[in-house]
């Protein structure tokens, strides 16, 4: 099914795009501001490449949004109105020109005056000096304002300093956003005293991945220096993050840890700054896609809140009984056991009901939701006798598959710590997964690899499908399997109009496939969210998977948008390619030309060059050429390195790279098909031959070749022959395809049986080493009587 | 027959004391003999053949003592029980008790001597086969203890190992190196006596007592009482800690060794002698000690596994010498003084404060004082101690003090990139920091780092398991970091200089045997050592399956013991990490506290009490154990607060010396009496270059302004001058590590690098700066001395460079050839 419609336009100015040339898709990399306050409008500007006034902005944000005037290649700036009711999170944005779609950046709405960082703010108190001095620089810092979100950037090893006052017994939250927010940075933060004394520190907070909180009672009456940087003095980039600082409530965990989606669940809310265990009941919904939603403590009174996550699962859940008797603790009928290890030592016991022979996945989740628990899982049997046990599998979470053994009816599954520690925030979720044959797919856009400071794929997901009118482009889809090795056909559905999909067979056994799409000359200029599915199994039983983009950060506030692929209908490429031949053969030791021609417009009149990938490294060359200036085709020598014989069908994708305006181009041409393949195999007539000693019989052997191979072929024996045998070599010359091969068995020939080796080759130019070219030996059986009695 | 049991009470009554009454003429030049000590006051001989001596020591006037044993004369009573023979050996005679009159020296003295028996028991292999192979040098390294033996004939190494030793003399090659009817021909005899050739030369004279011995033990079957027959639990050397007057001046030792059943053996003739400072005294194989120079020296002794040490102090003259009373501020100063008064060593005078303020500065902090705060405390007239204490006190609650003492244990630690990984290196780096801005107890602060559990990130006390690795490095580690003792040469054979064995390192291993260390999620890099992927942060945590180590003469698992037991509470049996933690950080072990008094001592005064510091042992005693016994006691009392002992030290007066030394200390190298000069570290170096020039440091992977002291590791910042300055690798925990020598690259470093110079021109720097102010030619002089000297110039100085100053034209380029000069200048470079 077509998806387009959920792609939510906020704002979409289309004043002067088709007089726009771009040399393609446009990439964002930053946003100043990363985030604004909602109910209040915001200014924020949007740094990349390949921008362009007009381009048109797709994001999820509740609010008004209006480019300003001057934006240029390099940036655009844009205006926001944010929603007082917007929820507080994480949306992503993306920019559209003729030449496609951005990468996603994501914006952040907050519920705190926003604040901004302000170069040079490197300078700590007493950094370098005696112990009563102190750094000037740093006492001149402007003075933050609690609440707020100070918005910064930390990449590499720059540092920024934050000054602040307090109170003494004040107590003052600092929390990072960082990877939950798409950002490279692995942040860390300090709290230090004006005379330069390091209070606090913190790197990886439990709950929060790599992002970080502290949570201090200030000292005494006085100025105070919030420093945040990367841990390691290395950030990556884009380095942003946004510091919460102020007297907030906040919550470090819950239990249980998720509940099932669209039920109502009672939860308990613990540590941080809640007095003791909150009480509460939620409903456990999100957006479609979204795993995950993110709860605010639910504390009276006026205090900003920090929201944290609560994992939301589609089957049945359970919690742990208060029980500690093992028959009290029953855990079936569900896929989902919540529970937790609220005391050192403690290990939890479950009674699992199976059956004989059944397969079962077990699996806990805890650590992966941050919880402290480094969880150790056991499978005994009714006799307590140990059957199973994992420690990780699931990252640090434990992981096993699990077949039953006779004689039993059920198991009891123990959850403990492996350190043997526990606590009230030592929660987990205990699964039974029935294994399934399966496989998902995952969509790499190929030819179209972020620009140089995008963020990478893994962070922010990957750039979208941009699909040119008039030509293509090829969509990489990876498969993850689960026990299904089969072919998988993808393909699109019909509505996608416009949209035309070729090739997309993933063979059994890989995990890669290529997926050509196109687009038709007229198609209009758009974007749209691409459903591709693929279908494998078996025809009456097919499976059918969607495809989503890679990529999904398992900490980031918002990953519903890369459970889409986004695509978009591009302006038509300068020229356009026709390739002669789409599936083509090429012989060991052999050439084979490709003829390309193209149809250049208005704008393509330069030297065009063509490369390729996809072919065996070193083993196939030739594919690269350039079509001159005044010329419309060229012709591939594609060539079969003798030396490195391999075989295989290989998807050749070609690419066009030229000048057209003052721009370079990239564009993309069909895919080919080259199989790579043997100049001649060898056959038998007769696979078996019964002779008595004293005795000879001809073999006809029938040698085919590959056109244009022509030359002769020897077909001999291999290798040594038993006592008393012989065969002859015999040359098949240069038109004629038999041989007839004299096997012997002498007198001095002991009855027996055995497989004869028969070897085919021919002289190879090109090999350095060894001239004989063989193909694999074929084998005749041969069996040998004894000489019957005259 | 003589009630056993009265002999013993009869042989302790009997030790009477000396007493006056000889008219035997003394040489005028010789001290007047007012008493005889000797030494032991009491002799018990346990059979026929148990030869025994004693020493006899004259007591002068001033308490000092003169070895009168070989002009001692002895005569035993008319009771017959025993002899003394003309070499000066106590011989039975038959079982009883005897009364022996001493005289030497115009003085009298009695000894009481009882004679348990006169059986003469067989040749023990044990107790004398194995000391003579010892004493010949049969079991040395260089010999048939060398690990692969000596032509085919293979002993444990100082024979740690009589079992191995008996197996490899009676049933190697056949059993053919004994010949029990004819014991002469035997090649154990014939071999060493030179009968037949041996390539170690002739060690054994046919009509020596060990040839005797030997031959003895052959008659008698070879027979073996490996495991019936004890060795030693200790060596006793008489005197304890002679003292010899003036170079040239003799004592001889006698050694006694004591086993588990209480009994007693002479085994001076079998010891092993050496001297740890051969030119103040030297030792004859026999025990006889020789004084060279004034000084002090450390007999050790050695005999089957047992050290013992004999302090030896050479008084030299010290004519003329009269103690000066000086003001004591703690006890260490009463118990250094103490040790200085007895040695006639008189100390230096106090630094001045502007001397102190870069000292301690230095020392607490690793940076030297800004301008301004010299000044400052310059100008305090509040009184000199108490302004210093205040100092002191401020000092160690500054940020650069946790930044310093970091990098120090940084160091120890093995805070180290390649081991830890990038972030790893950070964790591990702010654990150590908070844990000494929280001033966190040294004992927890140990136990955190030897039981740790979970994440590296999230738990970075668990850093040093991953340094650990396994348990042979974790012996090796620990041992030596937090005990301060080497367990390295113990790993293939009982150590050659202390008492720990083979054993013992297997056993201390095992206590880790079950340490588990897997990857957590995320990125791996290749492990440095074997190469497998090694995740960039890793979960330290017990092993469920166990886990051991096997002994690699047995290949048997190897139950964890203890090295020493100590009276302090073990808590947890069951888990091994937290039981030799418990076992480490009890204030009962003898080593733990110990070792760290004394290792931050030698941060401050530059040596150790006992040096190298991570080097304890029986044969590197302290040179002042009563000084290093009140520090350990003090430590533990203050609930091994770290920042107590610093403290202490640093208010000291001992601490305040100054570097200038006196006629009574110029050669004092070991009592702390004057203050020495130490090299700044490289960081510190760096550090101060920056401070004095006024610069911003600019260390590639750390914002500009990180100074070098709070680099994770230095290698983060990669540069020739910290490898010149010698930055520790810590690729172990050895103090070794570090070096603190001078070079010539380090001289040309300075002279011609771009450190200095680069920061001397920095237009943001110091002297730009100052330019900026356009200073007169005094105050210019002035500001260069207080930034890079941390004082203000003395007259004459001044009188020497503002005239050089006032006399160039370009006073940009004057103020920088001044600092460039002073920078370069001992004062500058070393911690006076």
Request: proline fraction near 7%; charged fraction near 20%.
């Amino acid at each position: 099914m077509h998806t387009a419609s959920r792609v939510l336009q906020v704002a979409f100015v289309s004043c002067t795009l088709t007089s726009l040339i771009f040399a393609g898709p446009p990439s964002i990399r930053e946003l100043r501001p990363w985030g604004g306050q909602r109910g209040q409008t915001v200014t924020f500007t949007v740094a990349g490449d390949q921008l362009a006034a007009g381009a048109e902005m797709f994001s999820t944000i509740p609010g008004k949004l209006e480019e300003q005037p001057g934006g240029n290649a390099g940036q655009m700036v844009f205006k926001l109105e944010v929603r007082p009711d917007s929820p507080v999170g994480v949306y992503p944005i993306r920019l559209r020109t003729p030449k496609g779609l951005s990468n996603v950046l994501l914006f952040s709405v907050g519920d705190l005056p926003e604040i901004a960082e302000t170069e040079p703010n490197d300078a700590l108190p007493a950094m370098n000096q005696g112990v009563a001095a102190s750094s000037a620089a740093a006492a001149t810092l402007p003075l933050v304002s609690m609440p707020a979100t100070v918005n910064g950037s930390a990449a590499g090893t720059d540092q920024d300093v934050f000054r602040f006052a307090g109170k003494k017994g004040d107590r003052v939250v600092l929390e990072v956003e960082s990877q939950r927010i798409g950002s490279m940075l692995d942040p860390a933060i300090h709290l230090v005293s004006a005379a330069g004394r390091e209070l606090a520190l913190a790197d990886d907070t439990p709950g929060l991945g790599i992002d970080c909180r502290l949570d201090v009672t200030l000292p005494e009456d006085g100025e105070y220096f919030a420093v945040v940087h990367d841990s390691k003095y290395a950030g990556g980039n884009p380095g942003y993050y946004r510091m919460k600082i102020g007297s907030f409530a906040y919550a470090e965990t819950t239990f249980p840890l998720g509940a099932q989606r669209g039920r109502e669940a009672d939860v308990t809310l613990f540590g941080g700054t809640l007095a003791g265990p909150l009480k509460t009941r939620v409903m456990a919904s999100a957006a479609a896609g979204q795993s995950r939603m993110f709860m605010s403590p639910p504390v009276a009174g006026p205090q900003a809140r920090l929201p944290f996550q609560f994992v939301l699962g589609d089957a049945p859940e359970l919690i742990e009984p208060d029980s500690d008797a093992t028959d009290g603790r029953l855990f079936k009928d569900a896929a989902v056991m919540n529970g937790r290890i609220a005391k050192p030592g403690e290990i939890d016991r479950y009674k699992f009901p199976v059956t004989v022979g059944q397969t079962l996945i077990f699996e806990v989740d805890a650590a992966n939701l941050g919880s402290p628990l480094d969880a150790m899982l056991t499978v005994t049997g009714p006799q307590g006798n140990g059957l199973a046990s994992a420690d990780d599998g699931n990252g640090l979470d434990p992981r096993l598959q699990f077949t039953v053994p006779g004689g039993i009816d059920h198991v009891v599954l123990a959850v403990e710590d492996l350190h043997r520690r526990g606590g009230p925030m030592f929660a987990y979720r205990l699964k039974a997964i029935t294994p399934r044959t399966d496989f998902s797919l995952q969509v790499l856009p190929s030819g179209s690899q972020p620009p140089p400071g995008a963020p990478a794929a893994t962070q922010a997901g990957p750039p979208a499908l941009n699909i040119p009118r008039g030509g293509l482009t090829v969509a990489q889809i990876n498969v993850v399997r689960s026990g299904y090795n089969g072919p998988i056909q993808l393909t699109i559905p019909e509505t996608a109009t416009g949209i035309t999909a070729e090739d997309g067979l993933i063979p059994a056994g890989t995990n890669t496939g290529l997926l050509v799409l196109s687009a038709a000359a007229d198609a209009p200029l758009r974007a749209f969210d691409l459903e591709i599915n693929g279908q494998g199994g078996a025809a009456t039983q097919p499976m059918v998977r969607p495809a989503a983009t890679a990529g999904r950060n398992p900490m980031a506030m918002a990953d519903a948008f890369v459970a889409r692929v986004p695509a978009a209908i591009t302006e038509a490429p300068p020229a356009k390619f026709t390739v002669a031949d789409r599936s083509i053969k090429i012989l060991h030791g052999h050439n084979r030309q490709l003829k390309i021609t193209v149809e250049r417009g208005p704008s393509a009149t330069e030297a065009i060059n063509v490369n390729s990938t996809g072919l065996p490294l070193f083993s196939v060359g030739g594919a690269t050429g350039m079509i001159a200036k005044e010329s419309n085709e060229l012709t591939l020598t594609l060539t079969q390195n003798p030396e490195l014989p391999v075989l295989g069908t290989f998807p050749m994708q070609l690419t066009a790279t030229t000048q057209a305006s003052g721009q370079q181009e990239s564009i993309q041409l069909p895919l080919v098909k080259v199989e790579v393949v043997r100049p001649f195999s060898l056959e038998l007539l007769n696979q078996n031959a019964t002779m008595t000693v004293g005795s000879k019989q001809r073999i006809a052997a029938l040698v085919r070749r590959e056109a244009p191979f022509d030359s002769v072929v020897k077909v001999g024996p291999a290798g040594s022959l038993p006592q008393g045998v012989s065969l002859t070599m015999v040359e098949i010359p240069k038109g004629e395809s038999l041989a007839l091969l004299e096997l012997a068995i002498g007198d001095n020939a002991t009855p027996a049986e055995f497989d004869l080796l028969i070897r085919a080759s021919t002289d190879m130019e090109g090999r350095k080493r060894d001239k004989d070219y063989v193909i694999p030996d074929i084998s005749l059986k041969v069996k040998v009587a004894p000489k019957t009695a005259q | 027959m003589l009630n056993m049991t009265w002999i013993l009470g009869a042989t302790i009554a009997l030790a009477i004391g000396a007493s006056a009454g000889s008219d035997e003429m003394q040489p005028i030049s010789s001290p007047k003999i007012v008493s005889l000590s000797i030494q032991p006051n009491g002799l018990t001989l346990e059979h026929g053949s148990d030869l025994r001596r004693v020493i006899v020591l004259g007591v002068t006037e001033d308490g000092t003592t003169v070895d009168l044993t070989g002009t001692a004369k002895f005569t035993p009573d008319a009771s017959g029980v025993m002899r003394v023979t003309a070499d000066g050996l106590f011989e039975p005679a038959k079982e009883g008790l005897a009364k022996v009159t001493v005289e030497a020296g115009g003085q009298r003295a009695h000894l009481a001597v009882a004679v348990r028996g006169m059986h003469v028991p067989p040749v023990s292999f044990v107790r004398d086969v194995m000391p003579l192979m010892g004493r010949l040098g049969c079991n040395a390294g260089t010999c048939h203890g060398a690990q692969k033996g000596r032509n085919g004939f293979r002993l444990s190494l100082r024979g740690y190992d009589p079992a191995f030793d008996y197996e490899a003399l009676v049933n190697d090659v056949g059993g053919r190196r004994f010949n029990r009817s004819a014991p002469d021909e035997s090649l154990m005899l014939s071999k060493p006596a030179q009968g037949v050739p041996h390539e170690g030369g002739f060690v054994l004279d046919p009509a020596s007592r060990a040839y005797a011995t030997l031959q003895r033990w052959i008659a008698e079957g070879c027979q073996s009482d490996v495991e019936t027959t004890p060795r030693p639990t200790r060596v006793e050397i008489l005197p304890a800690a002679p003292e010899l007057s003036m170079p040239g001046n003799a004592q001889s030792l006698v050694v006694v060794a004591h086993y588990p059943d209480g009994t007693t053996r002479d085994v001076t003739a079998d010891a092993n002698f050496s001297s740890t400072m051969t030119d103040v005294a030297t030792v004859t194989p026999e025990g006889k000690v020789t004084a060279s120079r004034r000084g002090e020296s450390q007999i050790v002794v050695r005999y089957e596994g047992q050290f013992g040490v004999a302090g030896v102090t050479v008084m030299g003259d010290r004519t003329g010498f009269a103690w000066q009373d000086v003001a004591e501020n703690s006890y260490i100063d009463a118990l250094v003084y103490k040790k200085l008064k007895h040695l006639k060593i008189q100390p230096s005078e106090l630094c001045d404060d502007a001397e102190f303020m870069r000292r301690v500065y230095l020392d607490l902090t690793g940076l030297p004082p800004a301008p301004e705060s010299v000044r400052a405390f310059l100008a305090d007239t509040t009184d000199s101690r108490a302004k210093r204490d205040r100092l002191v006190e401020q000092l160690l609650e500054s940020q650069q003090f946790v930044d310093h003492w970091t990098n120090k244990w940084s160091d120890l630690l093995q805070c180290n990139k390649k081991y830890l990984g990038d972030k790893g290196v950070w964790a591990f780096r702010n654990w150590i920091r908070q844990s000494l801005a929280s001033n966190k107890p040294y004992d927890q602060f140990a136990r955190e780092l030897l039981t740790s559990v979970g994440s590296t990130y999230d738990n970075p006390a668990t850093s040093y398991q991953r340094v650990l690795r396994d348990p042979n490095t974790a012996a090796e580690n620990v041992t030596q970091l937090f005990l301060g003792t080497r367990f390295q040469c113990n790993k293939c054979h009982d150590h050659p200089f202390e008492r720990w064995t083979q054993n013992q390192y297997y056993q201390f291993g095992a206590f880790f045997a079950q340490v588990g260390i897997k990857n957590a999620p995320g990125p791996t890099r290749p492990d440095p050592i074997d190469g497998r992927p090694m995740g960039e942060n890793q979960v330290v945590y017990e092993r469920r399956d166990g886990g051991e180590v096997n002994h690699p003469k047995t290949n048997q698992p190897v139950t964890p013991v203890f090295p020493v037991s100590h009276s302090g509470k073990i808590a947890h049996e069951a888990v091994r990490r937290q039981a030799i933690a418990d076992w480490i950080t009890a204030p009962e072990n003898p080593y733990f506290a110990k070792s760290l008094a004394n290792r931050l001592w030698s941060y401050f005064l530059g040596k150790g009490i006992i040096d190298p510091v991570d080097d304890i042992r029986s044969s590197n005693p302290a040179s002042n154990p009563e000084l290093l016994d009140a520090m350990t006691a003090d430590f533990i009392k203050s609930g091994f607060d770290m920042k107590h002992v610093m403290r202490t030290i640093a208010k000291s007066r001992t601490y305040q010396h100054s570097i200038k030394t006196n006629r009574w200390n110029e050669d004092d190298h070991d009592n702390f009496s004057h203050a020495a000069p130490r090299r700044l570290t490289a960081e510190q170096l760096m550090d101060a270059i920056h401070a004095a020039t006024g610069t911003t440091p600019k260390f590639a992977g750390v914002p500009a302004g990180f100074r070098a002291a709070q680099l994770a590791d230095t290698k983060i910042a990669a540069g020739e001058f910290f490898s010149l300055f010698g930055t520790p690798p810590r690729e172990s925990p050895c103090e070794c590590e570090r070096k603190g020598e001078v070079s010539l690259g380090q001289t040309l470093n300075l002279i011609n690098g771009p450190t200095i110079a680069d920061s001397i021109i920095d237009p943001n720097g110091r002297i730009a700066q100052l330019m900026k102010s356009n200073p007169d030619d005094r105050r210019l002089v002035e500001e260069m001395y207080l930034a890079v000297l941390n004082r203000p110039p003395r007259d004459d100085e001044l009188g020497k460079v503002v005239p050089q100053i006032a006399a160039t034209a370009d006073k940009t380029l004057a103020a920088q050839d001044l600092m460039w000069a002073l920078i370069n200048s001992p004062a500058f470079l070393f911690n006076r």
